[in-house]
């Protein structure tokens, strides 16, 4: 397991353990929350590269995911 740091309640800071692949530091990226589950994608790492992962954090389990995105071409 890995541990992260998390913010909960009542301004305190607790660290986690996690399981999957903990994404890389990032900013300019998008967020949201859909049925207890972060999804985080794109932004800018800290050595400049532009990201396009999308990965999704379960809050019921505290597991990260790699979201694996297909595309067909007509």
């Known amino acids: 397991m890995k541990k992260i740091i998390s913010f909960l309640e009542r301004n305190v800071w607790y660290l986690i353990e996690v399981e999957g692949e903990i994404p890389t530091a990032r900013y300019s990226h998008v967020s949201f929350m859909l049925n207890n589950v972060l999804y985080v994608h794109g932004g800018i790492s800290s050595s400049g590269e532009v ?24």
Do not use: E
């Open 51 to 74: 990201l396009s992962s999308i990965f999704a954090f379960d809050f019921g389990d505290f597991r990260f995911f790699f979201l694996y995105l297909f595309s067909s071409k007509h």
